[in-house]
């Protein structure tokens, strides 16, 4: 059964950081692309960052260029993203996503507010 668990997310401050973890199970990690998404209230969900499976190749949106960085680790099925200098543009729910498989975890909440 495949399961990816987002943990990491709450409430910060402008200005402030998170990272953010998403753990896989029940799939072969290591092979895989992955991704961010995230939805604010009343928009749709779009794209935010992705890692190839060996972690040589990342891509940011126009977004969070410079301030976000994606990582992985193959030995813990982990894909992280670390997340500086937020703002409350920020603030969505946030969800991690295979490409190749169609598979989405639950998300977590991120909230940027003073």
């Known amino acids: 059964q495949v399961q990816l668990v987002e943990s990491g997310g709450g409430l910060v401050q402008p200005g402030g950081s998170l990272r953010l973890s998403c753990t896989a199970s029940g799939f072969t990690f290591s092979i895989y692309t992955m991704s961010w998404y995230r939805q604010a209230p009343g928009k749709e969900r779009e794209f935010v960052a992705r890692i190839s499976d060996t972690g040589d190749v990342r891509n940011y949106s126009d977004a969070v260029r410079g301030r976000f960085t994606i990582s992985r680790d193959n030995a813990k099925n982990t894909v992280y993203l670390q997340m500086n200098s937020l703002k409350p543009d920020d603030t969505a729910m946030y969800y991690c996503?295979?490409?190749?498989?169609?598979?989405w975890g639950q998300g977590t909440q991120v909230t940027v507010s003073s």
């Open positions: 996503y295979v490409p190749g498989r169609a598979y």
